[in-house]
């Protein structure tokens, strides 16, 4: 296993047939690895926590030697997550690659494994402070760190008690609040008919909609006719 020409200890050498993860081993000081009971065929050799640069081989004899496995770091990206730039802890950061972290106290994440290229991203808090991130691309390059702070921009909040035709209260009910660009608020209303749609981007017209439960089809018709 060799990184810019130098060989590299201690990457987990893989092969795979296909989806199946056929054998595994861990490279040593000199770069060396040996595989046994290999399959015949045509092989993926990935090397963790590393990117592979020469992936395929094939295997048709018995011994093959002097293989050459080329690789290269993987990205990491680092920052902290902030709202009115105060750092937010426990917010909920996701990438486009399914990979979730969680702030710490000061608001600093960390991903690490991440492939050279663009993701998504965004982030969610909820408790002392109710404010999201929609996506936005980060573009990383392999082998270094990118910096990127995530800013909690969704913070809109509408509160309101949903009440029938006589002016009761009407609790555990389902609302949502949409506008055209598919951002949305949802809240059940409480014993009191109270309701709080929270972490919306706010800046544009909402379409509400009360429903009997979240799973439900049909909304009820509102007794003003908006």
Do not use: W
Not at 115 to 129: E, H, K, N, R
Not at 137 to 144: D, E, H, I, W, Y
């Amino acid at each position: 296993v060799l990184r810019n020409g130098q060989p590299v200890q201690g990457a987990h050498v893989n092969a795979k047939l296909a989806t199946l993860l056929a054998r595994g081993a861990y490279s040593q000081p000199d770069g060396k690895f040996v595989l046994d009971g290999v399959p015949f065929g045509k092989l993926r050799l990935g090397a963790e926590p590393y990117e592979a640069i020469t992936k395929d081989i094939v295997v048709d004899k018995p011994v093959i030697e002097d293989v050459i496995l080329e690789v290269s770091e993987l990205a990491a990206l680092r920052g902290r997550v902030l709202r009115h730039g105060k750092p937010v802890a426990d917010a909920n950061i996701q990438s486009s690659l399914g990979l979730a972290v969680r702030s710490d106290a000061l608001g600093a994440y960390e991903m690490t494994g991440l492939p050279g290229d663009q993701i998504q991203l965004t982030a969610q808090a909820f408790g002392a402070t109710n404010a999201f991130s929609p996506f936005t691309t980060v573009t990383l390059s392999p082998g270094r760190v990118t910096e990127h702070d995530i800013d909690l921009a969704g913070a809109a909040e509408v509160h309101g008690v949903v009440v029938d035709e006589s002016g009761k209260p009407v609790p555990n009910v389902y609302v949502l609040l949409m506008d055209r660009r598919g951002d949305l608020g949802e809240s059940m209303t409480d014993a009191r008919g109270a309701f709080a749609c929270t972490s919306m981007l706010g800046g544009g017209e909402y379409r509400a909609q009360v429903f009997p439960s979240p799973g439900a089809r049909v909304a009820f018709a509102l007794a003003n006719g908006r």
